[in-house]
């Protein structure tokens, strides 16, 4: 079956630095990815529509300039959070959309720890 | 507004027993999923329910859809331990989630 590859699966990082999250399509082309976040015991909140070759799309109160997003290919999109704080941690989840069916899959999420 | 409610939030039932989890969503949608999400883990796709009247059913769990109510189940048949997990409905294109049901399995 299809399958996303997100990476790293977990970073710690000082306040201030930029963190990049990778997420992969393997064996399909993704037009269309989705990243979330999601806090501790909470649901998964949409941050961004990214399609390949085009601007991000940001959820409202979603900050562009600290969410960086790029999907320069039918496989890859990431998610660089700049000068990352301690509120930025998180769970950070990707998802595609491809295969025949057009069906939705997920990456295996990001914990970000920001000291 | 694009609103996805799940109850219950919290279900702590005994091994053996039946119970439902309810997802009422705002507006119209062609699809309706359900997810596992296990505690530091992605999600893990359950069913997808595409039509009116849509049953899957997948071993103890059976999942329906009422386009018309706006309202799908996720039913539980006879839980073990290992169903012990949270479990969310989502709907639409980019998924609006609900806020997730965190289910504990007991002996």
């Known amino acids: 079956g299809a399958v996303v590859s997100q990476h790293p699966s977990r970073v710690i990082c000082k306040s201030g630095t930029s963190v990049k999250i990778e997420c992969r399509s393997l064996d399909f082309q993704a037009t269309t990815m989705f990243w979330y976040r999601q806090f501790p015991k909470q649901s998964l909140m949409l941050m961004a529509t990214s399609n390949e070759g085009s601007k991000a799309t940001y959820e409202q109160g979603v900050e562009k300039d600290k969410f960086l997003i790029n999907h320069a290919s039918l496989t890859l999109s990431t998610l660089t959070v700049t000068s990352a704080h301690p509120e930025d941690s998180s769970f950070y989840i990707c998802?595609?959309?491809?295969?025949?069916?057009?069906?939705?899959?997920f990456g295996s999420g990001t914990q970000l720890s920001v000291l | 507004e694009l609103k996805v409610e799940q109850n219950p939030l919290f279900l702590s039932m005994q091994e053996g027993k039946n119970y439902t989890i309810y997802c009422n969503y705002s507006?119209?949608?062609?699809?309706l999923y359900w997810y596992r999400q296990d505690p530091g883990k992605s999600l893990e796709s359950l069913f997808v329910l595409l039509s009116n009247g849509a049953v899957k059913q997948e071993g103890r769990l059976m999942a329906s859809l009422d386009t018309k109510a706006r309202l799908s189940t996720l039913h539980i048949t006879a839980a073990v331990h290992d169903l012990s997990a949270t479990y969310f409905c989502?709907?639409?294109?980019?998924?609006?989630f609900g806020k997730g049901t965190s289910l504990l399995v007991t002996p």
């Open positions: 989502a709907f639409g294109y980019a998924l609006n």
């Open positions: 998802s595609a959309i491809g295969g025949v069916k057009e069906k939705l899959f």
């Open positions: 507006t119209t949608s062609d699809r």
